[in-house]
């Protein structure tokens, strides 16, 4: 697997008590269907995952990142789930899903529209004919889409020590790839750590487009997880689809 986009993931117990809280997608994501199997790809630390399981879903989780994969693992040996290290542009199961997500934006870690493509394929087939699949992407918009000369404060947190950390940023805005670099830096009271990671930006228009070309109906679009319907503004784009 040649990922090199991963650093952000590489402590998996920090990412955890950073962002590992969030629920407002829950809503959304864990009522798409009612049973049956489930594949999260991207899923982290199974922030998802887990409670696909725990409502009774079959559930495989697929990531990258052997960290991730190894907390996700400790957090659940009482649930059958399956953890698999692999590549979202290119895995086999042998089976198909009722479901497939990708949240936490995790579509935009695909750097080119070939990836996307890929990924796409693998999600077409492995979906059942009624099957559906659901991700959420950052709408493009020019808060997001700059390039800024100094770090600036982003939020705090507290690490699973109970250390606040204090997170700042600064960005690079690639209009070219609409890539943009993110530099974070994470204090501690007594140290700190740089990080980079890269995200690509896709407008709806191109979405739908690429969506369309590879096979895929869109059945609704939400603009973020209250399901207001998706607007030039929107901060997010929420996409469920199915098959043609
Ligand atoms: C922002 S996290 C989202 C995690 C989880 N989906 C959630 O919502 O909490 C992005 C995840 O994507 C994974 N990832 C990035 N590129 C990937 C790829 N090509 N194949 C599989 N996983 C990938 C990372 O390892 C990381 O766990």
């Known amino acids: ?18 962002y590992g809280h969030y629920t407002k997608d829950y809503d959304l994501f864990l009522n798409l269907k009612s049973q049956g199997a489930v594949l999260d790809l991207a899923c982290g630390t199974g922030r998802l995952t887990i409670p696909f399981a725990q409502n009774g879903f079959w559930v495989i989780g697929l990531d990258a990142s052997q960290s991730m ?18 590549d979202v542009r290119a895995f086999h199961f042998d089976q198909k899903f009722d479901l497939i997500v990708m ?8 750097l080119t529209k070939e ?7 693998c999600v077409k087939e492995h979906l059942k004919p009624e099957g559906t699949f659901a991700f959420n992407t950052r709408n493009p918009s020019e808060s997001e889409l700059k390039t800024t000369e100094d770090f600036e404060w982003w939020h705090d947190f507290q690490d699973a ?3 606040t950390v204090q997170v700042f940023g600064k960005q690079n805005y690639d209009a070219l790839e609409n890539i943009v670099t993110y530099t974070t830096k994470r204090i501690w009271p007594n140290h ?3 990080c980079k990671i890269q995200l690509r930006f896709t407008s709806y228009r191109e979405l739908a487009s690429l969506l ?3 096979g895929f109906l869109i059945t609704q679009v939400y603009g973020d997880f209250e399901k207001q319907l998706f607007a030039k503004d929107s901060p997010s784009i929420v996409v469920v689809c199915q098959l043609k």
């Open 115 to 121: 990836d996307q493509l890929q990924m796409l394929k």
């Open 1 to 18: 697997m040649d990922i090199n986009n991963l650093q952000e993931y590489e402590d998996a117990l920090l990412y955890d008590a950073e």
């Open 161 to 163: 020590t109970g250390e």
């Open 192 to 194: 700190e750590t740089l």
């Open 212 to 214: 369309e070309g590879a």
């Open 69 to 86: 994969l190894d907390l996700a693992r400790q957090k659940t040996s009482d649930l059958p789930i399956q953890w698999v290290q692999g």
């Open 103 to 110: 949240a936490g934006n995790a579509f935009q870690a695909l």
